[in-house]
């Protein structure tokens, strides 16, 4: 008897699970969801004009809370100082207007691709220069509604933000760039903006830019208050560090190269006129060149910027070298007028000395009086004659190394072209060598310390 009531029981429960089987095999989800939106975004229902109530059905201000995924940043420019970015944009609240039953869990949300059918914050990016939605193949765009009448918005755009720059330091520099969002119309009162909890800002991994790198990003909040009220207001800053391997390689060698190769003209004979000018004078353009295409990739800003002291620098030791032959071929010049001179005044001494000896030859009766040759003690001749032997005598003194490397220099007034060039050939290195220490030092301490 109790096996045989046993036996009718699980016939029943095996009967009752295949009836629910078969009920839910004829349940048609999609028409389930046609009919809960008809019933919650139906006409007379539903007014997206109105916005939600605060937290826990308050009259206070909706709360919408924000995050953001970087998908790209395309290029970063410095002329027109702004930068553009690829971003998955998503917002979300809760609108207790749209609760719905999820039979049983079996719904999970409700998906919507028309924005207007329910209410939408007023979202705007204030420092917004350009800015499209992406509609292929089908508008990058979608709304989620949750059971408990929480909304997910999601939507791609792509953006170009003003950026204002700092280039003082360039290329040295950090630049921070910010994505500012705020409320159009609704003030803190009716809705406030929030970063969303944990990771409000994702980066995408592989994330790669020409000539920068992205060090790091902030989150913060930025309400603004203006004659009609106070508006919520989130922002992002982005921190930009310049990969300066480029312009090494592209402004600052060429620029020292410039520099050196200026400074052969010093090692060239002083004679070589064309060669020298030649050199000096493409030198000089080609800093010029150099100098007008680096600026002309920047804006013309009103302060000076570290890539101008090292371009202005670097122009004046070439202006310098050219200038430097300038006044060699001046003394050359006049070291050769004084030497004709001297030659001249020599030519006059030895005809005047000719004449008055042709003269004497002339008179064969002259006669000259014997002076003894044996001098008195007192006599002031032998004893000048007696002080410069001991000068002569004297032990040699010891060679000075000032002396020395001096003496190698050309010390007769002819040579005094010479002695310039000379002296530039190791004057010219020693300054261009202190000036990059000084440059180096200061622009990378600066740096260090916006760090």
């Not at 139906?42 to 924000?66: E, H, L, W």
């Not at 920047?298 to 910027?305: A, E, F, M, R």
């Amino acid at each position: 008897m109790g096996s045989g009531h046993f036996f009718w029981a699980i016939f029943y429960f095996a009967s009752l699970c295949s009836a629910s089987l078969a009920n839910n095999a004829k349940i048609n989800f999609r028409e389930k969801e046609k009919k809960v939106l008809d019933q919650i975004l139906g006409a007379g229902k539903y007014d997206a004009r109105i916005r939600p109530s605060g937290i826990n059905g308050t009259d206070g201000p909706a709360v919408v809370r924000v995050n953001i995924f970087v998908r790209s940043i395309s290029k970063i420019d410095d002329v027109t100082m702004e930068y553009s970015v690829q971003l998955t944009f998503r917002e979300q609240w809760t609108d207790e207007r749209l609760k719905f039953d999820d039979i049983q869990g079996r719904l999970k949300y409700l998906t919507l691709t028309e924005a207007n059918r329910v209410w939408m914050p007023d979202l705007f990016f204030s420092n917004e220069k350009e800015g499209h939605f992406h509609n292929i193949i089908m508008p990058n765009v979608y709304i989620r509604i949750f059971p408990n009448g929480s909304v997910l918005y999601s939507i791609r755009i792509s953006l170009t933000l003003a950026c204002p720059m700092n280039l003082k330091l360039y290329p040295l520099d950090r630049q921070i760039c910010s994505l500012r969002m705020a409320s159009y119309g609704w003030t803190t009162n009716d809705l406030v903006f929030l970063w969303k909890e944990g990771d409000p800002v994702q980066v995408v991994k592989n994330l790669h830019l020409p000539r920068f790198t992205l060090e790091k990003f902030l989150t913060d909040y930025c309400n603004s208050k203006t004659n009609t009220g106070e508006y919520s207001c989130l922002k992002v800053d982005l921190l930009f560090k310049r990969e300066f391997s480029y312009y090494l390689i592209q402004i600052y060698i060429p620029c020292c190269m410039l520099v050196i190769v200026s400074w052969v003209s010093f090692w060239l004979d002083q004679g070589a006129v064309p060669a020298r000018v030649s050199l000096g004078v493409t030198t000089l353009l080609t800093m010029a060149t150099q100098t007008s295409g680096i600026n002309a990739s920047l804006p013309p800003v009103s302060y000076t910027k570290a890539i101008d002291v090292w371009t202005g620098v670097c122009l004046t030791f070439v202006f310098g070298a050219l200038l430097e032959f300038a006044l060699v071929n001046y003394a050359s010049r006049s070291d050769m007028h004084k030497e004709n001179m001297k030659k001249k005044r020599r030519d006059l001494e030895q005809a005047s000395l000719d004449a008055a000896s042709d003269l004497l030859d002339t008179d064969s009766n002259a006669t000259f009086a014997m002076k003894p040759l044996v001098r008195h003690p007192g006599d002031p001749l032998a004893l000048e004659k007696r002080l410069q032997c001991e000068v002569h005598m004297q032990a040699p003194k010891r060679p000075n190394c000032c002396k020395t490397w001096l003496s190698k220099f050309p010390t007769r007034q002819c040579s005094r072209s010479k002695r310039i060039d000379v002296i530039s050939r190791i004057t010219f290195p020693l300054v261009f060598a202190l000036f990059n220490l000084v440059y180096w030092s200061t622009y990378l301490f600066r740096e260090e310390e916006d760090e």
